[in-house]
């Protein structure tokens, strides 16, 4: 057992962090606040190769791994979660499904430009109705000579509005339900194809957030992402990756709030001394980092295994799980060490708190994935 990063691991991880201190922190709140997404930001992340880390050099990615991947979302979410979610969902919510069931030309048409950034990538699977019973979908597709005819609406769309590929699930046989969903990939320019409302969010302000609307859309029958009736099953395992990069989300918006929260605990003196060194607050920044640590381990561990090509479903739900309920409290906590600085958005960490909640919540809530680990644990 090796608990060391490798070179290219550690190398990955100074240019990420280099990166996110130097380009996306001085931003962070005013997007925040502004609710402004920066395209710049994302070019320079493309100049970086961070827009493929996991997709081989013939697609036009960098060729490292998924643990790469993690530690890049984990960087960028220290200092901006929603940075982090731009990334994590172009790369594994519509990457991965293009690179595990595309064809050779789907892969070169539309995996290839998303790999080095020339176009962003989004995932449509929710619906107005239909949230974690996602089998209830109810957008369908009529194949009409040589091409399918969407009609219906997502809704929660990372991405949405930003993005160029959308990877997109539809009934095309609304009586068999997940057996006769398919996935598609979709352009924003396709006649039909319009986004919606922009969701007003309580975190992750700069990662923009839509509706996507298919008014008798029109998708060339090669656009169909594997074969008809396979979409469910491509959904369900695009997820069980998706969430792994949503627990590096969290990890990175954790150990943001921990750094926060230790500098201002050594530098914030009361009752004449330090806070750190007083023990209701040793004890919680003691809890903190704890939880931080074991929630990496989790995460790098469903990485690792996703690399090795071993299963890696429970693992990164596990991780989903554990990590979002971790930043979730470590990020309450931050608050509470600041106390009432905390509360203000003179320091980063009600952003961080505002910005967790969400890792509860998407790519499956918690509750989801309980679900999906109790089904493994007793199958
Ligand atoms: N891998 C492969 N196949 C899978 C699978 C997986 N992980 N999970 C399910 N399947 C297969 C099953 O084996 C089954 O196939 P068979 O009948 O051939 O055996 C089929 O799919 C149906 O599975 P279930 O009966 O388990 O389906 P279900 O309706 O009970 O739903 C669920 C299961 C786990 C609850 C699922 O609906 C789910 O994950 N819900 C949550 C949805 C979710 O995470 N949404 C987030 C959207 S993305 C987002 O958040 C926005 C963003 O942009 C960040």
Redesign the pocket.
Known sequence: MQFKLTEEHEMIRKMVRDFAQNEVAPTAAERDEEERFDREIFDKMAELGLTGIPWPEEYGGIGSDYLAYCIAIEELSRVCASTG?TLS?HTS?AGWPIYKFGSEEQKQKYLRPMAQGEKIG??G??EPSS?????GMRTTAKLVGDEYIINGSKI???NGGIADTYVVFALTDPESK??GTSAFIIESDFPGFSVGKKEKKLGIRSSPTTEIIFDECRVPKENLLGKEGEG??IA??T??G?RNGIAAQAVGIAQGALDASVNYAKERVQFGKPISAQQGIGFKLADMATGVEASRLLTYQAAWLESAGLPY?KESAMSKLFAGDTAMKVTTEAVQVFGGYGYTKDYPVERYMRDAKITQI???TQE?QK??IS?MVTK
């Open positions: 979610v969902a919510l989004a995932y699977l929710t949230g974690s019973d996602a089998g929660f769309i990372t997940q057996k469910f099953k369900m395992m997820l069980d998706g479903g998407y790519e499956g989801i679900l999906v089904r």
